[in-house]
């Protein structure tokens, strides 16, 4: 056991590494692609746009989602936006400046090489997108629009309504689909992937549930890739869909992937607070609102009447009063960080008090209600009903939620995790976003990983490393011990029968997560989290109650083997949040800040992903470090003031 | 407020299934209707029984996975609403709801509410997308698409794939959401190469699928929740019957 850490990032000039790192690559012969088999675990952009583009060169795919269709990954919810580098609205944006964004965005703790090279595939995955017919919005010329977003000061951002994430899957969905019918990419939906099967050091297949019939199969092929999406159910609560789950890559872990920066999560400022106890999800609503809305909370503690009839003199529009450059539009960790700041000090609003106002009546009196409801009439609707509030008359209540991770599974500049033949893209991976994601860039990432990256780099891991050369059977001891392991833990959670369903140690979870390791952390909480953690795991295993058996569709089951895991991933996560002792973009260490709150970090000691080794089970993981340098963008404070 | 559910159990594909009667007593107006049935769910769970299967993933309307039949009605009595946006706001403490899977031959029950809608993805399969492998796109400036257009494209293209169009249908045709897709390619530039082949592949497919026929009842139009229109299926009639007519004039 135990790995190395090389990102392989190509020598040379910024601008030319991936150039020459696409030709010093091998290739398959098209006449030999159809000799090896690649698996693909997902269906998002990242799984979708890969294994669609896998299949159209010639590959024999497969694609595993737990949806009942690969149309409805969670790539499906994303509203704003895509960024790509075009310039097409001639106000200076080019390659350069979209890498330089993002390394800064992501307060310098991401690999130049890699976001670089993001920057340069921006303008293909346009042109590609276009092609297969995604609707984004135009100009009355016909041509593309473009809107702005956080964190950029050009217009970079292409849209299809609120719906660009929708737009985009389907695009992938449709040249995935495609692929079906030609028999190059085979389908397995509702299915889940449990383990992961690595023979002599390689990755060579998956194990799965049939979600319908409780069958657990294995699947072997030359290759991997995990594009399972994000973690931020690990909060519970969050923007993110109900299934979206840690196991694949968690499970991948245990096999001896390496987990990069597990600590570094984002959490969105305007989403809609949480009503009751019953609270299933939370929704986002889109940070464009921050152009128009107005932000604030009662001066007093505790003032507990309606909005309308507090007095001007008493309110605190406390973004504007903090950061008066930025107002309003500070960005995402800043914004989310004050309005729990305020919370704290008794001063939110709502019924559970954790709330703050987003007031449009300002916006309203100067531009008239007729342009409210034209730029944003469809989010007032949609916080109408979820509230039953009309926020043209009472100010939309927000608060800040869970909604992205950068970190993730460790991949060099090829995508390959430690384990050779396991590839990750998308969320899943530790992905090029550093500490904090700037808006639109998710989606860009994914698409770029799916369509234009993995094609190659794993072609050129077929053509160097031969693994069909050892053909693996499926009655081999690797295959057979993955199958049982699965088939163990499955059985020991249906023998608890206990007494509290998973969702409710979801809860608890998601409790301890958010109180300790959330918006912000320090040493001795995240020291509590780490002897709440395993107490609240031994519990889970003593006390879930899992009705039913394996051999039927059981979503009580499948829920709880996701709550297990993301149980274990919760205690990483802390520990990692523990071990930097710094703060850096969306983590942010109390014990390290400005006199005003700012995020102080600490570049002497912490400019390096902080990769983490499974040692088994109640072991310490192993910490390894890989290095940032960073040559184009010297590292500066960023301020919003 | 309390809440009486009559809903329909039904073990798996081949078993039969019945009404089973739920209450559920604490029912906050502030609820999904789906976090009310989580509720009653995680009491079935404490008591050792069988919690209630339905499909759901998002819960923001927008995935298309969520959706029953409420009282008659799919998705419930809220317009442009999914099933996960319908809050009980909209119910009243003592209400009766009868719930119900999507009922339609080429949509089989596989378990209580949720049903196999794979059907769908075969229709996209048949011809559903425009040929254009990774890496021979043009700028995508090249293509200049007027407003008007790319606007219509985005009506169509807004559909969630969520069947409730199949279940509203007497006949359980998938005309609404064939021809939505049909006109979302059919309505841009690029869709053009391929726009006849699509249109006598997807509805061949439709056919293939158990799914009946438009009888004009605009039933689906009704109760879609992302106000798809039913001149969607007026296109693809046109697209069909001009394809159809060519091909046999060779
Ligand atoms: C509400 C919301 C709004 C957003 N808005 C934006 C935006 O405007 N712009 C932007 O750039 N980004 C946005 N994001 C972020 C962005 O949408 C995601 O980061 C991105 O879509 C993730 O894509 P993905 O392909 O990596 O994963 P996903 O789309 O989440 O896909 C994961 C896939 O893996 C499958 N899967 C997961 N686990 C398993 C398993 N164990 N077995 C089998 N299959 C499995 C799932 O079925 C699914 O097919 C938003 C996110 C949210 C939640
Ligand atoms: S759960 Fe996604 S649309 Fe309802």
Redesign the pocket.
Known sequence: MGFELNAKIPSGPIEEQWDKCRFEMKLVSPANRRKFSVIV????????AGAASLGELGYNVKC????DS?R????????????AAKNYQNDGDSVFRLFYDTVKGGDFRSREANVYRLAQVSLNIIDQCVAQGVPFAREYGGTLANRSFGGAQVSRTFYARGQ??QQL?LGAYQALQRQVAQGQVQMFPR????DLVVVNGRARGIV?RNMITGQFEAHLADAVVL????Y?NVFYL????K???T??IWRAYKRGAGFANPCFTQIHPTCIPVSGEYQSKLT?MSESLRNDGRIWVPKKPGDKRPPNEIPEEERDYYLERIYPSFGNLAPRDVSSRAAKRVCDEGRGVGPSGNGVYLDFSDAIRRLGRRTIEERYGNLFEMYERITGENPYEVPMRIYPAS??TMGGLWVDYKLMSTIPGLFV????NFSDHGANRL??????Q?LAD?YFILPYTIGDYLASEHPEREPVSKDAPEVKEALDRVAGITRRLLEVNGKHSPDYFHRELGKIMWEYCGMSRNEAGLKRALELLPELKERFWKEVKVPGENEMLNQTLEKAGRVADFLELGELMCLDALERDESCGAHFREEHQTEDGEAVRDDENFSHVAVWEYKGDGERPQLHKEPLVFEYVKPTVRSYK | MRIILHIWRQKDANSPGKMVRYEVPDVNEHMSFLEMLDVLNERLIEQGEDPVTFDHDCR?GICGACGFVINGIPHGPQPSTTVCQLHMRHFKDGDELYLEPWRAKAFPVIKDLMVDRSAFDRIISAGGFISVPTGSAPDGNAIPVPKEKADLAMDAAQCIGCGACVAACPNASAMLFTGAKISHLALLPQGQPERRDRALKMVAQMNAEAFGACTNIAECEAVCPKDIKIENIARMFRDFISASVLKRAG
Do not use: D, K, W
Request: aromatic share 4%; net charge negative.
């Open positions: 675990v997902g269906s998002g952009l990242a799984g979708g595993f989602c737990y949806q690969p409805r990954a969670h790539s499906i919810a994303a509203q704003g936006g895509i960024n660009t994430g899957l299915h889940e992937m449990l799965t594009a399972t999406g994000g931020g969050s923007t993110n869909a299934g979206c789950n196991t694949a986002l909604h992205y893209a998308g969320e899943a808006g639109a860039s998710a989606l860009m994914g799916g | 923001e």
